[in-house]
């Protein structure tokens, strides 16, 4: 695999970072995941505004410009022979001489790290087609979880609970109410509505949030952003998740508690339909 590091393309064996990158010491980095589709990038506009703002949002200097990174990330998609998969880009705070909770000089260079991950099946999911189960946790993260960083520890010790638990992923409650998933934004249908959280600090601000919500309202879909709790997701007619990597899955149980009929809701299954043509045609 070809990889891209600080502008130079090398094979992957061949790529390194200082053991003194801020990334690394203190998980002061940034990044994006941006899902490739029939060789195209979906939503990219989305996800280097979204990482100029979380550049923006810890005073780090502004990443390289949009037609920089859309020429690296075509570039990355291309050498590999991606057809369905992703690229991740992280940009770190840079390898300063030392260990310093102070930021360093903010001429410092930072590190930009992409690469690819091919995901054959991406679009035609197995688990699109049988839905995932979720057990709910506590929500241990920091309280800015609206900026992409690298700091996903609880994230995966979240994933492996709901691993040692018999489920596929966890949902995280705070005061009672659900936040998002570990690396998705999640939704459930009540009396034929679809209900997620709003934008705030305490969530991500999804890309694909933001296109599965514009896909709902041209489909004539009701929409609420509102914070729900874990009793009503228990109670929902149907359930389901959004990410760049995942686009739409549907959710069949949290804790145990089976939603519907067990199988992916009629919601969820049009809702991924859409999402998944119009990224194929280009209109996300
Ligand atoms: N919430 C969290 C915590 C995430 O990690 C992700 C995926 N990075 C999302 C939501 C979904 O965001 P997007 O649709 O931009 O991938």
């Given at each position: 695999r070809t990889v891209y590091v600080n502008g130079a393309y090398l094979p992957e064996s061949e790529a390194s970072v200082s053991i003194f990158d801020r990334g690394f010491l203190m998980a002061d980095a940034i990044y994006e995941v941006t899902s490739v589709l029939d060789g195209r990038l979906v939503d990219f506009d989305a996800h280097m505004t979204r990482l100029a703002r979380s550049a923006r949002e810890l005073d780090?200097?502004?990443?390289?410009g949009r037609d920089e990174l859309l020429a690296i990330h075509r570039e990355l998609v291309r050498r590999n022979g991606i057809d369905e998969g992703l690229v991740y880009l992280q940009v770190t705070r840079g390898a300063p001489g030392d260990r310093d909770f102070a930021y360093p000089d903010p001429g410092l260079a930072p590190t930009v790290v992409l690469f690819t991950q091919a995901k054959p099946g991406l679009a035609d999911d197995p688990v699109a087609r049988r839905g995932i189960r979720v057990i709910s946790l506590d929500?241990?993260?920091?309280?800015?979880?609206d900026i992409k960083t690298v700091q996903l520890l609880y994230p995966s010790m979240a994933k492996m609970a709901a691993r040692r638990a018999g489920a596929d992923d966890a949902w995280l409650v705070e005061d009672g109410f659900v936040t998002e998933g570990t690396s998705n934004n999640v939704y459930i249908v009540s009396n034929g509505r679809i209900i997620t959280r709003p934008l705030s600090c305490e969530i991500l601000h999804g890309i694909t949030r933001r296109s599965v919500l514009r896909c709902a309202a041209e489909a004539g879909m009701a929409v609420e952003e509102r914070a729900f709790t874990l009793a009503e997701a228990k109670a929902a007619q149907e359930a389901f998740l959004t990410s760049a990597s995942a686009f739409v899955i549907p959710v069949v149980a949290v804790d145990g508690v089976v939603l519907g009929d067990g199988r992916p809701g009629p919601v969820a299954a049009r809702l991924r339909d859409i999402c998944l043509e119009e990224a194929r045609a280009g209109a996300i």
């Open positions: 780090m200097a502004p990443p390289p929500d241990l993260r920091w309280k800015r979880r």
